[in-house]
C-alpha cells in the first residue's frame, strides 16, 4: 500500500500526418453514422474520398449503417455519431452497439470522430475507446477529436479523419486543433506546500476543514451508500469539522437479524460458497450479485459507525440514486431539515467485467447508466436548490481506467469518463466547484473491502500495481478539495499507473 500521487491530464504533441497520399490499407471500409451540426454531411465527403481509392464498402447511412452492411468482414471503419454539437443526443450507451458490432466483424482500423470539449454528446467516448485499444492491441482504435478551427465543417473534418486512417498505430486519442496533434497524457503534479497542512496521519484535517466551509452544522450528501471507498473518504471530514454526512443507497435498511448461514461466512469468498451452495442461483454473476446485497447491510453500519465514531453525525436512506424523482425528494427533505447541504459526493457504481467481444448491449447499459444516470441525478437535485443555498461543491468518484482504459471495462471506462462532462457541465451552470477524481485502486480495509478482489490484488502485485493506502486515500481527498485549483476539473489520485 502506499499514498497516492497526484496527476493530471495534459495534451503533448505527437508527429504530425506523414507525407503522401493516405492509405486506407484496402479495400472493406464502412462509413457508420453522419455528423451532426456544422459537421454534418461529413460522413458523404469521407465516403467519396475512400471510394475514390477503391476502399469503400459499405454507403454511410443516416443515423449509423450497421457492420453487416459492409458485406461482412471490415478492414475498417469510421464512426460519426458522436461528432456534433457538445449538447447533442448522448452517443453512449447506445453507441457501444456500433463499436462492439464493428471490432466484432473484424475491423482492423477504427476510429470514432468527437467534437472537442467535454459536452455530453461524446461524454465517456475517450474512456471506450481506450479499453477497446487494449483489447485489440494488433489493431488501430482510435478516437478522432476534432477542432472546428482545424477541421472546419464536414470537407474538413473527412479530410482529418482520412489522414488519422493513414497514420497506422499509436495513441488512442488524437486531438487535432490548429496548433498540431496532440495526445492526452498524464503528468504528475503535486499540490504543493500547502497539501503538508494538517489531512490525515499529520494531523486532523482543520485546515482543510476551514478551507472548505466545512464546520458542525455543515452537511454532505454523498451518493453511494457508505460501502466500498465511500466509507473511508467520508470520515476525515467528519473527523475535522464534526459535520452531518447523509449517506443515500439502494442498500435496504436492514429490518431484522441477519440470516445464520450468511453470518457465519468469514469472507467474501466464503459467502459466495454458501450461496452457491444453496441452489437459487443460476450463474456465479448471479451469486456474486447476492454476495454483494448480502455485505451491503454491514458495510452500511460499518461507515455510519465509523462517521459517528469520528465525531460526526451520520444517517442512511434507502434511495435507487438513479431515480432523478426520488433523489430530489430525499435533496429536498435533507435541505428543508438542516437548511443546507454543503457538499455532495458521488461516489456509486458497479462492475460488471467482460470484453467487448462477449459484453451485452444490456450490461453495457446498466454498468453505463449507474455512474451516469446517479451523475444527473444528483446534480440535478441540488441545482433545484434555491441559487445562494447550492452546494459549494461536487466531487465524482471516477476511476484510472477512465484515463489509460482497462481491459475488461469498457462500460466502467466510459461511465467514468463521462463524468467529467457532468461534472463541467454542472460547473457551468451554477458557478459552483465540480471535481472528478480518477481514482487508482484502494486497498481493503476494516471499513470496506477496497476496489479488487483477492485475486486480482495478487494479479496487481504480480505486475507491480501498487494500491492506494485507505486513510492516505481519504486524506488526500480531502486536501485536494482544500488547496486544489477550483477551475481544475478532473485529477487523477494513484499509488501506481497500470
Given at each position: 500500500m502506499a499514498a497516492p500521487r497526484r496527476y493530471r491530464v495534459v495534451q503533448a504533441e505527437i508527429a504530425g500526418s506523414r507525407p503522401g497520399p493516405p492509405d486506407p490499407d484496402g479495400t472493406g471500409w464502412a462509413v457508420l453514422g453522419d455528423g451532426a451540426g456544422v459537421w454534418r454531411g461529413t460522413a458523404a465527403r469521407l465516403a467519396a474520398m475512400l471510394d475514390a481509392q477503391g476502399a469503400l464498402r459499405a454507403e454511410p447511412g443516416e443515423?449509423?449503417?450497421?457492420?453487416?452492411?459492409?458485406?461482412?468482414?471490415?478492414?475498417?471503419?469510421?464512426?460519426?455519431?458522436?461528432?456534433?454539437e457538445a449538447e447533442g443526443p448522448p452517443f453512449l450507451p447506445d453507441g457501444f452497439d456500433v463499436v462492439r458490432a464493428?471490432?466484432?466483424?473484424?475491423?482492423?482500423?477504427?476510429?470514432?470522430?468527437?467534437?472537442?470539449?467535454?459536452?455530453?454528446?461524446?461524454?465517456?467516448?475517450?474512456?471506450?475507446?481506450?479499453?477497446?485499444?487494449?483489447?485489440?492491441?494488433?489493431?488501430?482504435?482510435?478516437?478522432?477529436?476534432?477542432?472546428?478551427?482545424?477541421?472546419?465543417?464536414?470537407e474538413g473534418a473527412a479530410e482529418a479523419l482520412l489522414e488519422e486512417v493513414?497514420?497506422?498505430g499509436g495513441e488512442p486519442v488524437v486531438v487535432r486543433t490548429p496548433a498540431g496533434r496532440f495526445a492526452p497524457v498524464l503528468v504528475e503534479a503535486p499540490l504543493g506546500p500547502l497539501a503538508g497542512r494538517g489531512a490525515g496521519p499529520a494531523g486532523e484535517g482543520a485546515a482543510e476543514a476551514e478551507a472548505l466551509?466545512?464546520?458542525?452544522?455543515?452537511?454532505?450528501?454523498?451518493?453511494?451508500?457508505?460501502?466500498?471507498?465511500?466509507?473511508?473518504?467520508?470520515?476525515?471530514?467528519?473527523?475535522?469539522?464534526?459535520?452531518?454526512?447523509?449517506?443515500?443507497?439502494?442498500?435496504?435498511?436492514?429490518?431484522?437479524?441477519e440470516d445464520p448461514l450468511t453470518a457465519a461466512a468469514a469472507d467474501r469468498a466464503a459467502l459466495r460458497g454458501v450461496l452457491a451452495?444453496?441452489?437459487?442461483?443460476?450463474?456465479?454473476?448471479?451469486?456474486?450479485?447476492a454476495a454483494g446485497l448480502v455485505l451491503a447491510g454491514p458495510e452500511v453500519a460499518a461507515a455510519l459507525d465509523a462517521v459517528r465514531a469520528a465525531g460526526g453525525r451520520a444517517r442512511y436512506r434507502s434511495v435507487d440514486c438513479r431515480d432523478a424523482a426520488a433523489v430530489l425528494q430525499a435533496v429536498k427533505e435533507i435541505h428543508a431539515e438542516h437548511g443546507r447541504i454543503d457538499g455532495v459526493v458521488h461516489a456509486a457504481g458497479i462492475v460488471e467485467d467482460r470484453l467487448i467481444a462477449d459484453k451485452s448491449p444490456e450490461s453495457f447499459r446498466r454498468v453505463h447508466g449507474t455512474k451516469t444516470q446517479i451523475a444527473a441525478a444528483l446534480l440535478a437535485a441540488?441545482?433545484?436548490?434555491?441559487?445562494?443555498?447550492?452546494?459549494?461543491?461536487?466531487?465524482?468518484?471516477?476511476?484510472?481506467?477512465?484515463?489509460?482504459?482497462?481491459?475488461?471495462?469498457?462500460?466502467?471506462?466510459?461511465?467514468?469518463?463521462?463524468?467529467?462532462?457532468y461534472g463541467a457541465a454542472?460547473?457551468?451552470?451554477?458557478?459552483?466547484?465540480?471535481?472528478?477524481?480518477?481514482?487508482?485502486?484502494?486497498?481493503?480495509?476494516?471499513?470496506?473491502?477496497g476496489m479488487v478482489v483477492p485475486e486480482l490484488a495478487r494479479h496487481y502485485a504480480r505486475r507491480g500495481v501498487r494500491l492506494i493506502d485507505p486513510e492516505e486515500g481519504a486524506a488526500a481527498l480531502l486536501r485536494e478539495l482544500a488547496w486544489g485549483d477550483p477551475a481544475e476539473r478532473a485529477v487523477v489520485l494513484t499509488a501506481s499507473q497500470w
Open positions: 443515423g449509423g449503417a450497421g457492420p453487416a452492411a459492409a458485406g461482412g468482414a471490415l478492414n475498417g471503419a469510421v464512426v460519426l455519431d458522436a461528432l456534433g464493428a471490432l466484432r466483424a473484424g475491423a482492423r482500423r477504427l476510429y470514432v470522430a468527437r467534437e472537442a470539449g467535454r459536452g455530453l454528446r461524446a461524454a465517456g467516448v475517450d474512456g471506450l475507446v481506450r479499453s477497446a485499444a487494449r483489447e485489440y492491441p494488433d489493431s488501430v482504435v482510435r478516437c478522432v477529436v476534432l477542432d472546428a478551427g482545424a477541421a472546419p465543417g464536414p493513414a497514420e497506422g466551509g466545512l464546520d458542525r452544522d455543515a452537511v454532505l450528501v454523498v451518493a453511494g451508500g457508505g460501502r466500498g471507498i465511500t466509507a473511508a473518504c467520508v470520515v476525515p471530514p467528519a473527523a475535522a469539522a464534526r459535520c452531518r454526512v447523509e449517506l443515500l443507497g439502494r442498500t435496504p435498511v436492514p429490518a431484522g437479524p451452495r444453496t441452489g437459487r442461483y443460476g450463474s456465479p454473476a448471479d451469486v456474486e450479485r441540488v441545482e433545484q436548490l434555491p441559487e445562494g443555498e447550492r452546494p459549494r461543491f461536487a466531487v465524482l468518484f471516477g476511476s484510472i481506467a477512465a484515463v489509460l482504459g482497462n481491459r475488461g471495462q469498457s462500460d466502467y471506462a466510459a461511465a467514468n469518463d463521462a463524468l467529467e462532462a454542472w460547473a457551468a451552470r451554477t458557478g459552483r466547484r465540480a471535481l472528478t477524481v480518477h481514482w487508482g485502486p484502494w486497498a481493503p480495509s476494516p471499513v470496506h473491502g
